[in-house]
């Protein structure tokens, strides 16, 4: 089963194109200087990818990062892009709250599930970034035509390349190899450290639900979402999986929400209020909803564990660790 379009607009957040195409002196040297000091690993590097191996000649001087997070990751790996994606609609540099870098220069805006090729093009980049995204060919070749393009990874379509994938193939187009490996390694420990303090998890289904004002639904596992939730040691529920095919994510009617009950349920309400949510009554027939085994996710929570970069996922990980420990208490 492929992704619905409803599925698709709960992992997306639409933003608006910046409305300038200009690009000063001041931004070339900026973001040449970030790329460059960045850089330690040695050139050519080449990235494996769903369509074949991209052979980065140089140390890219101009990177466009158009994937889910990609920007993120690049700039925390020390490079500022000259172009974005702003999934989440953060606005202005397209920062979340939780990311410790910045721009010396705004970056453009580009959007996300329709990109402006014109813009892409006249920023003059040497690589695009779009390692999280649909995996669409006519998108790669739209802009590999523009640039050495590093897409998504053989099987990874529709969103799903996993976020220390995705980190180990920006780093090394980026020549940041070991700096990536680290952030990886600095997020796997937090996880491995938060799931040996709660082994009690490990017996504990867990189950990451989503309401919209038109559907409920549940990720699975190769979402982001249902991925955090199995790292830290609970079981996904097989139902669920059976019942999502081969996407990241299964919608449920008011009538089949209950397949996705488990001992623990993480609920995110996308674009309506939490009061709606909670006074769905198939949300209050759940069973961990009745065993005070639910924990319903903020707008800040629920934008850090749906980015998936090593930043938003530490940061995700300071507010549900302590909601999880009072609901497994």
Request: aromatic residues 6%.
């Amino acid at each position: 089963m492929r992704a619905s379009a409803a599925a698709l607009a709960l992992t997306t957040a639409l933003a608006l194109a910046a409305c300038s195409d200009d690009n000063d002196d001041a931004t070339d040297t900026a973001n040449t200087a970030s790329a460059t000091s960045a850089s330690t690993d040695s050139f050519p590097v080449s990235v494996d990818t769903k369509f074949g191996e991209v052979e980065v000649a140089e140390q890219p001087q101009r990177v466009v990062a158009l994937g889910w997070g990609d920007a993120e990751i690049a700039t925390e790996l020390g490079v500022q892009p000259v172009g974005v994606s702003d999934w989440l609609a953060f606005g202005g540099d397209g920062l979340s709250p939780w990311a410790a870098a910045s721009y010396d220069e705004s970056p453009e805006q580009l959007g996300t599930m329709e990109l402006d090729y014109e813009k892409i093009a006249a920023l003059e980049p040497d690589l695009i970034l779009n390692v999280r995204a649909s995996g669409d060919e006519a998108t790669y070749d739209k802009l590999s035509d523009i640039a050495p393009t590093i897409s998504v990874p053989e099987g990874a379509d529709t969103f799903t390349t996993p976020w220390d994938t995705q980190v180990e193939m920006i780093a090394t187009a980026l020549g940041t190899k070991e700096k990536g490996t680290d952030l990886v390694a600095e997020v796997n420990d937090k996880i491995s450290e938060i799931a040996d303090d709660h082994p009690e998890w490990a017996d504990l289904t867990g189950t990451v639900l989503a309401r919209t004002s038109e559907e409920w639904g549940a990720y699975v596992p190769g979402d982001a979402r249902a991925d955090l939730l199995t790292a830290l040691g609970f079981q996904p529920d097989p139902d669920v999986i059976a019942l999502a095919g081969d996407s990241f994510y299964v919608s449920l009617s008011e009538e089949t929400v209950d397949t996705a009950d488990a001992d623990v349920i993480v609920a995110f309400p996308i674009g309506i209020a939490e009061s709606e949510l909670t006074g769905d009554s198939s949300w209050k027939q759940l069973t961990a909803v009745k065993n005070g085994r639910a924990v319903i996710a903020d707008e800040d929570l629920a934008n850090a564990i749906s980015l998936g970069t090593p930043a938003s996922i530490l940061y995700a990980l300071d507010l549900l660790v302590p909601l999880l420990q009072d609901a497994t208490a």
